[in-house]
């Protein structure tokens, strides 16, 4: 019984990194094919028409998901700030002692809270709007898109 448990979990881990390498080939076509990107307040109005036009959604999804993404708009922008200000001392530190490798790391380790946080609000809001939408996922999926997400983090 071990051995068909311990099986059955590298299945699932060749599949998920197989299906995670075919979605970043996917991601990077479209990528690729977009002519430039759209700023994030065409996107949020888009969302926001998207959502106040839908005939499939009720009128309490609307507005928890119209609430979700003021919130997470408003996160999003707190983070954003961070980062600019994160460049600002980059650019202060590199211009008066050069980059130490202490100030490096350091500030490396911040623009990696950073980043972490905006996926965590991204993936934190995803996971909001698939309850709100009646679509939860099991502990599992959750799993395997924190790693597909964190583990290109680490790289």
Do not use: W
């Amino acid at each position: 019984m071990k051995l068909f448990n311990i099986l059955s979990l590298t299945t699932l881990l060749v599949l998920s990194v197989s299906c995670a390498t075919k979605q970043d080939k996917a991601i990077s076509k479209e990528l690729a094919q977009k002519p430039e990107a759209s700023s994030h307040q065409e996107v949020d109005q888009k969302v926001r028409k998207t959502i106040e036009a839908s005939t499939q959604l009720t009128e309490i999804q609307k507005t928890q998901l119209l609430d979700l993404q003021d919130k997470t708009q408003t996160k999003m922008l707190h983070l954003k700030q961070e980062e600019i200000k994160l460049h600002e001392i980059l650019v202060k530190e590199f211009g008066t002692s050069g980059n130490s490798p202490r100030f490096v790391n350091s500030f490396k380790k911040k623009l990696r809270q950073n980043a972490r946080a905006r996926i965590d609000a991204i993936m934190g809001s995803m996971k909001e709007a698939n309850k709100i939408l009646g679509r939860e996922k099991t502990q599992e999926q959750n799993e395997i898109m924190s790693n597909f997400f964190y583990g290109h983090m680490n790289r």
